[in-house]
């Protein structure tokens, strides 16, 4: 009897843990097909020359999916604002824009909305 209810229990978690697959799988294909633009994003930054480089030459910022990565400055006192300039020069993907006409572009879509 014990070994009939183990192996109830072991079918119904196998059972489970397939449809949580098929679910995932659904979820997967449903939402990652970005039928848009793209991604945009967005990262502002202060003082970040020992990582910007690395995190701009990650292999993320490669993506199919993401359009436009758009660094913003908060006033950085290092060479971080050199760093993301010359990247952009090497990938046409990354932006350097200042702190206001960042935050006037998302004012304009936030209002818009």
Known sequence: MFDFLLTSILWILALYGL???IKTII???TYS???EDGIHIIIAVKNQEDKIEGFLRSKFVYENNIKEIIV???DSNDNTIE???RLSKECNKIKLVSW???KKNLDDIISSS
């Open 19 to 21: 449809f949580d697959i």
């Open 72 to 74: 913003t400055d908060l």
């Open 27 to 29: 979820n997967i294909y």
């Open 100 to 102: 206001d006409t960042c």
């Open 83 to 85: 760093i993301v300039d």
């Open 33 to 35: 097909n970005f039928t």
